[in-house]
Structure formats: C-alpha cells, structure tokens
C-alpha cells in the first residue's frame, strides 16, 4: 500500500461559529489529503448557541453589522439575497435595502451560518474532501492514545472512533447550580424561552452586561408593550394587571456597558500594532515574561501620537491606572441611564457620519491584541489586567446595540428598570421556599438584604476551571494541565502564597505561580500535559475552558484568528501532500 495516500483523519468537535472557522481553513487551503468528520450536539451546523434558540428570541440582535464580520464564504448581504421568503419576511428584511452596517436579528444570522457551512461543504465535496457530518451526537469523551498517536472520540449512541487531530470546539457552557431545585433562581437567561412569562414582581438581574440586556428585552415583551410616541421616541407600556413588574439591574460597577458606535476598522486589527517578533524581542529582555505595560504603550498609548495627537498629549504620561481612573470618572460620577442617553446621541452621530470613536476602538484593538500572548503575562501583570483593565474593557466595548440602548432607556422613564451597584463583597442567598436574598452595602454604607421572588444571574459565560473539563479521559491521562501563571517577583509570590495557598503554588525550584481558570494551552492551542509537553493532536478551541490564559476572546475575530493558527499547524505537521 502506498503510504503517502493514506488520508488524515480530523474531527471538529462542535458545529458552531468556531468549528465553522476551523473547516472553512481546513476546505480553504488548497489541499484535500484528510477528511473531516463534525460531531454537532444539536440538529444544525452553525449556528451554535449565541446565534440559535439556545441563546436567542426573534427579538434579540447581534452587536456587530455586516461589514464588520470576517468573510466566511459569501458576505452577508449576499446571502440575503438567495435567503427563503418566509425567512426574510419572518425578521422584516427587504434584500433590496439590507444595510450592511446595521446589527441584524441573532437568529436570523444564525440561518446565514448555516448557509455558509452549506456552501463550504459544497466546496468540499468539489475538492474531493469527504465530509461526514454526525448532527445529535454529544461527544461523551476524548482520550488520548500515545502508543498509535491518534485520538479516540466516544460520542453517545455510536461506537468509538479514531482520528488523527481533534479540534475541540464546543463552545458555551453554563453551569447548573440551583436552577431546577430552587424555585424563581435562573443560573443564566439562556434558552431564554424560559423568560417568556409574567412576573408581576420586582426581578433581580445580576450584572449589566449584554447578557443582561438579553433577559432584559424578553422579560419587557411578555409584561407590557413598546410602542412610539409622535416624534418617534420609543416608550414603554407596562400591563395592567402587571402593576408591580420591575427589573433592578445589580452590578459591582453600578454603570452600563457603552453604545455602539462606528469602527474605523470593523476587524479590530491595525497595522501599528506589535509583531510577534518584536514581543519575542521584548520577552527575551525581560525574564521570558510580557509587560502589561509594555503592551499598553506600544498598542494602545503610543497609536494615538499620529492619529490623535491631543488625546495622546492627555495620556502619554498615564500609567494604566492614571488612564482607567481618568476614563471611569465621568461613568462613575453621572447616573448610568443619564450617560447611556448622552452616549447614545453621540454614538448615532458616529455611525450616521461614518467616524469612529476612535480611543473606544483602540481599547477594543487592545483587548485583542492582549488576549492570544496573555499566557505570558506575570501573574502580577494579570491581576492588573482583570482588576484594572479588563473592568474598563467589558464595559466599552459590549458595544450595545442602539435598538437596545433604546428600550433600556425607555424601560427606565417608564419607571420598570433601575440599576443598584452592589460592590464586590455582595451575596446572593438561595432561599429554599424560592427566590433569593441580595445582601450587600449600598451607596451610604448601609447594609442591605432585599428578598426577590425572581433572580437571572447574567454575568456571562464564566471562565470554567479545570476540574469542569468535560473530557474526563484526558483529565485521567493527566493529558492536560490546569493553566497558570508565573510570578515575576519572588517576594510578590511569597506573599501571595502566604494569603492564599489554594490558588498560588510553589514548585521545586521555588518559584510561585498562580492558577487561573481553565487549561494551559501554547500559541497554537495545542492542549499542554501535567509534564509541560504539547500535544500535537489536540487543540482547544473551546473557549469557556482557556479564559485563564485567554482573558478576553472576542467572537467571530477570535475564531477567525485561532482557526488559522489551528489549521496552518496541523498542514504543516504532516507535511505537504
């Protein structure tokens, strides 16, 4: 037999947004010596959870346009155009009109996702690339099988199956504490059908985000009626016999995330922005490690000397400290739903003229730029990036979308929404009978304990730890690790270690490292073994289970970018064909 015609075998394990990227690569390079298996939970490629019923109502909408989404197959406009008429008619689109700089309905781009995996497949089977598609089938376990160097997949209802890469990509996972068991308690408004109900009682939301405003905008729907006035302002109308409905927002910040505006650069790159080699440079020059610092100089600070030299005169003394406090200020001094309304006037003026908000993007640009060498941030340096940075980051670039923007506001004159900052040392007690108790200091400094009959708990998808890996073979192969962190300072790490000896380790050599959340993955996402080795056949793309080391991954430009490292590395493993 003639070895060298013997096809690779790959397994995408997922057939959302992130096992679209990793096929799209795989169908895109020119070659076709493998063929590729997709192993989907649910009943269509695609979609995922953000974009399907999992996790969206007609009424929920993306918060990115057309125009800023990386080019799949075809653009979305043109999808639109070959789109079914019950479709299109079902979310109110005219094909003739599509704007490609308006956000579209989440379910609707979820169709658009299906279409495009359809289109790759077509393209696929062209290039004779054999394509087996596995719809309902949970992947049960992956394990890792060193003596023939190939990965088994266990999925339920089938029998297990050999591969030679395993791309993990199974996307969003909310944990199920007290949901089920304590009455009125939601651990996340997801499937959000779930909110479709009256509630003629005040709710708890936890957190601002725009998982928040999801359950939000359901919950409106099903207790009363928006409707515009004269001049074209949306208002509110609440049920009658819904007299007591209220949603109190509680987040530790007290402040909404900011409004979309216009990206100069839909795809938050720039061409100012450090190369890999030049932080290879600076990381052989300063212990192995990256400086938070250095990344804030170099590709945030420093962009600003040409493109906008008075604000860059305003920060090029500040430390990241001087410019969060600076920033914060003005959010933390005016009430959240009067700087919503003024952000939301100045947002309309940006994308009506076609002009960025232009330091708004660069922190978007940032977050992304920080978030692939983040593994080799000190642990010093990372709990300056989540305590000081990354609170700024979450709130200006949600990048909530002006229909949202609208019915928050108009919720809040009508009186039926209000947010109450709780600060970080808040509790929220389940209480047996249902519901919950809020305990936390408000603004005077008194104590507070408020009962809520109803409580959603939307503060996102949380970074999982290593013991909620799902694979528990690879966890008994010890084939993965749980991700941390070194510190840089020995007196830093000795100190820590002394507070908390849970979550900050000491090795052999003497040198402390603190744990985050998830598994240590390299710069390729190949999963990394409890001896410090990669594995060359499993990758992780998975993102709930590497936040540790990825601390902000931002949707579609995250799958864009991780696919292409993913995929460029198993080509190369083996070789040209």
């Known amino acids: 037999m003639d070895i060298e015609k013997i096809k690779k075998r790959i397994a995408i394990l997922g057939g959302g947004p992130s096992g679209l990227f990793v096929y799209k690569r795989l169908i895109e390079s020119g070659r076709n010596d493998f063929d590729i298996d997709i192993f989907e939970r649910k009943a269509e490629l695609g979609s995922g959870m953000p974009y399907s019923i999992e996790g969206a109502n007609d009424e929920h909408v ?20 070959t789109a079914p008429s019950d479709l299109l008619e079902r979310f109110k689109i005219d094909p003739e009109r599509f704007n490609e700089y308006k956000v579209v309905p989440r379910l609707l781009f979820g169709y658009y996702l299906s279409g495009q995996f359809e289109l790759l497949q077509q393209a696929g089977a062209k290039a004779d690339i054999v394509t087996k598609v596995h719809l309902n089938s949970t992947v049960t376990d992956v394990i890792w099988n060193s003596a023939k160097q190939v990965v088994n997949i266990e999925a339920a209802h089938s029998v297990s199956q050999e591969f030679d890469y395993v791309v993990i990509c199974t996307g969003h996972k909310w944990p199920v504490r007290y949901e089920g068991t304590i009455p009125g308690y939601y651990d996340a408004p997801y499937p959000p059908q779930k909110l479709a109900q009256r509630l003629n009682h005040p709710i708890a939301v936890k957190g601002s985000s725009l998982t928040a405003i999801d359950a939000i905008r359901t919950l409106a729907r099903h207790n009363g009626n928006f409707e515009e006035s004269a001049d074209g302002s949306l208002f509110f109308e609440p049920l009658a016999e819904n007299d007591a409905f209220k949603i109190i927002m509680h987040s530790r910040s007290g402040m909404l995330p900011a409004v979309r505006f216009h990206l100069e650069d839909s795809h938050l790159s720039n061409s100012s922005l450090l190369t890999a080699e030049e932080i290879d440079t600076h990381r052989k020059n300063n212990d192995g ?135 970080a040392e808040s509790t929220v007690e389940p209480q047996n009978n249902g519901g919950i108790l809020y305990k936390f200091t408000d603004n005077d400094n008194i104590q507070q304990s408020v009962y809520y009959k109803t409580f959603i708990d939307c503060v996102g998808q949380p970074h999982l730890s290593y013991n909620d890996f799902p694979f528990q073979g690879l966890l ?54 409890q001896y410090g080795a990669y594995n060359k056949n499993i990758y992780m793309m998975a993102v709930p289970y590497m936040g540790g080391l990825n601390p902000d991954y931002s949707g579609l430009d995250f799958c864009e970018a991780a696919s292409m490292r993913i995929v460029t590395e198993i080509l190369e493993t083996y070789g040209n064909p």
């Open 62 to 81: 993306t918060n990115v346009s057309d125009n800023e989404i990386p080019v799949i197959v075809n653009a979305m406009a043109e999808w639109i155009k």
């Open 289 to 423: 490690f990256l400086s938070l610092d250095f990344l804030f100089e170099k590709d945030f600070k420093e962009i600003f000397r040409e493109r906008d030299p008075e604000f860059y005169q305003q920060i090029k003394g500040f430390t990241i400290e001087d410019f969060v406090a600076e920033m914060m200020e003005l959010r933390e001094r005016l009430d959240p739903f009067q700087l919503l309304r003024a952000e939301f006037k100045q947002a309309e003026k940006s994308i009506k003229r076609q002009e960025s908000i232009y330091w708004k993007e660069m922190l978007a640009v940032l977050s992304f730029a920080v978030n692939h060498p983040a593994k080799y941030l000190s642990a010093e340096d990372m709990q300056r990036l989540q305590k000081v940075l990354m609170p700024l980051i979450s709130i200006i670039i949600a990048f909530v979308p002006q229909k949202s923007c609208s019915e928050l506001l108009a919720l809040h004159q009508a009186g039926v929404l209000d947010l109450v900052p709780v600060g």
């Open 476 to 529: 008994s192969q010890k084939a993965v690790s749980p991700a941390r962190l070194k510190f840089k300072s020995s007196e830093e790490g000795f100190t820590a270690f002394n507070k908390n000896s849970r979550t900050i380790e000491k090795d052999e050599q003497g040198d402390y490292f603190m744990q985050v959340p998830g598994i240590a993955v390299n710069d390729n996402f190949q999963i990394i073994d």
